[in-house]
């Protein structure tokens, strides 16, 4: 996946790719590799790729995305079906939905009042026809994907997935086209070798699209429409706010979108962000904390807001906090105030059992608000962690990104020196069997009444107390046993059906590891996935025939849908003990 090209729609994917020859399709990962070598210029909305000395490929996209297949132009003998044209989308990041609108809703009269022995309840709603058959096409290909692996997964497949999403959107399915969008990124970016891509992001938006596909069939009410998710996120009016800066973290999406999101909170602790996020990469996000935040007249930057106030009126907020920017809502700047001044104090003193509840709630941002002292580094497969100790309680402090381009890393490295004093800290929770969370802003190791944004404030060595002490590395403790059973989810993700058929797999010692500590649903469901994996039908001549992914697809998805539920269940055990 190149960044250097514009988002190209799903379904302008799907119908370049279905347009071309039985021949060619065979060729489109060729052609796809073929063309991430070639040099690539932009003229105004146009990109061109310089296919040879004298061929160009462009697609032209006027608002930044590409919308039609008709955008996308070659200059070859066989335009308009030819190869370049399909290997050029199949190399663009996918377009995401349109950003929310805001919406007023409006307030109708006093209903008329009804007589009690009339009141009929209304029969819960359920899926339409439509919707039926667009799960049904949207869990296939998801199977098709998961059956193949992100090893085996190529263009062909990733535009049957991109096809189903856009069905799934015109039937009014959001969530799943979002997160059918999303494992094909993820599919690309494994691919291609992306030091971004992370096999858990593809495992957990993979999860997600099968998980839905499955249950909308059998879901009414409330329940249909949480799986059906929205088109467009409401704004609701919230009059005059008072607000105050808590810190501002960059964002950088595998799909190619970066910037930053402002936390700010008022006065009852209720949180609301302002957010600035565009296509782009790492420079964006490190540039965007320094343009002004776009929320009425303020001049204000995200920088400056993260440690000042803001007063608006005509405030528009979204049902998670963030502001909207309309033409009527006005901005101007207010003093701030420190962490450990009210009312900012107030969200440190909520215990830490009614913040693990809330960070866990759906739709949370998970963030949590804790007083620590360093104590450490600890060495894990991903790299150094942050030890701390908080209550009693000690926790592992991770890095929200790993490109050098943001200072993550280098400030963990720091700050685990830093091991004098109490720092108050917010992180973002991490489900895992033990206290985990990512580290987003803390205290300043030296100065008071200054806090750090971790992932846009670089630290220095002269920020540290004199007599600080270097980090003490910890032997990483033993997994639970449930990592046999994740590790055998995330190796199918990544391999395919295939990667557990071999003899090699153990599906034998590693359901039995899970049975002796306790874990006997879990050994039934790696026992079940290796079977699944491995076992063949055969015809009337004793001939294999061809695999059905159906009983694989569920029985990886039971496990991986028991492997999210435990990890709950293990972080509220972890987080309490």
């Known amino acids: 996946m190149s960044t250097q090209l514009p988002p190209v729609a799903p379904e302008v994917t799907a119908a370049l790719v279905e347009a071309l020859s039985p021949r060619l399709r065979k060729r489109l990962d060729a052609g796809i590799a073929k063309l991430a070598d070639r040099p690539v210029g932009r003229e105004g909305d146009t990109v061109r790729i310089a296919v040879d000395d004298t061929t160009h490929v462009e697609l032209h996209a006027p608002g930044g995305t590409v919308t039609t297949p008709d955008a996308v132009r070659c200059g070859c003998l066989l335009a308009p079906d030819c190869l370049h044209r399909a290997a050029a989308v199949s190399s663009a990041p996918v377009a995401e939905a349109e950003p929310a609108a805001e919406a007023v809703p409006l307030t109708d009269g006093p209903a008329e009042p009804q007589d009690p022995g009339e009141i009929t309840l209304p029969e819960p709603e359920r899926p339409t026809p439509a919707q039926l058959t667009a799960a049904q096409a949207v869990w296939s290909a998801a199977a098709a994907v998961l059956d193949a692996g992100a090893d ?48 858990a992001d593809l495992v957990a938006a993979l999860g997600d699209v099968l998980a839905v596909s499955h249950r909308l069939p059998l879901a009414e009410g409330a329940e249909l429409a949480a799986l059906r998710g929205t088109a467009r996120q409401p704004y609701r009016p919230d009059g005059s706010l008072r607000l105050y800066g808590l810190f501002t973290e960059p964002v950088l999406t595998a799909s190619g979108y970066a910037g930053v999101v402002t936390w700010t909170a008022d006065a009852d602790g209720r949180l609301y962000q302002v957010s600035d996020v565009a296509p782009g990469g790492a420079s964006r996000a490190t540039g965007a904390a320094d ?5 009425g007249d303020t001049a204000l930057t995200h920088r400056e807001l993260s440690r000042a106030g803001l007063a608006v009126s005509g405030a528009t907020v979204s049902s998670t906090g963030r502001l909207g920017a309309g033409a009527t809502v006005r901005a101007v700047r207010a003093p701030g105030v420190d962490w450990r001044a009210e009312p900012l104090d107030g969200l440190w003193r909520v215990p830490l059992a009614d913040q693990l509840t809330r960070a866990l709630a759906p739709d949370s941002p998970g963030l949590l608000f804790l007083e620590v002292t360093f104590t450490g580094t600890a060495r894990e497969s991903a790299g150094d962690c942050l030890l701390a100790a908080s209550d009693g309680l000690a926790l592992r402090l991770t890095a929200a990104h790993d490109d050098p381009a943001l ?10 020196a830093a091991t004098d004093k109490p720092l108050r800290v917010i992180a973002r929770l991490t489900p895992a069997s033990h206290p985990r969370a990512t580290l987003l802003a803390t205290e300043h190791p030296t100065l008071p009444d200054t806090h750090v944004d971790v992932g846009l404030d670089r630290l220095q ?46 599906g034998v010692t590693d359901p039995r590891r899970l049975a002796a500590h306790g874990l006997p649903t879990a050994a039934a469901l790696l026992t079940e996935l290796h079977s699944s994996a ?10 294999l025939l061809p695999a059905d992914p159906t009983r694989f697809t569920q029985a990886w998805l039971k496990a991986r849908e028991y492997t999210v539920a435990l990890d709950r269940a293990l972080c509220v055990a972890g987080w309490s003990a």
């Open 152 to 199: 085996g997964c190529g263009a062909v497949l990733q535009a049957e997935l991109l096809r189903a999403a856009h069905t799934s959107r015109l039937a009014g399915l959001h969530r799943v086209a979002a997160a059918s969008s999303s494992v094909v990124t993820a599919l690309r970016a494994a691919r291609s070798a992306d030091p971004a891509y992370r096999l």
């Open 291 to 295: 343009r002004a935040v776009r929320l």
């Open 407 to 416: 200072p993550h890393r280098d400030n963990l490295r720091l700050l685990a």
């Open 461 to 506: 060595k002269a920020d540290l107390p004199p007599h600080a002490s270097p980090p003490h590395p910890a032997p990483l403790s033993d997994e639970p046993p449930v990592h046999l059973l994740v590790r055998r989810i995330h190796q199918s993700a990544a391999g395919g059906r295939r990667a557990l058929a071999h003899p090699g797999t153990d």
């Open 534 to 543: 491995a076992t063949r039908s055969r015809d009337a001549f004793g001939r």
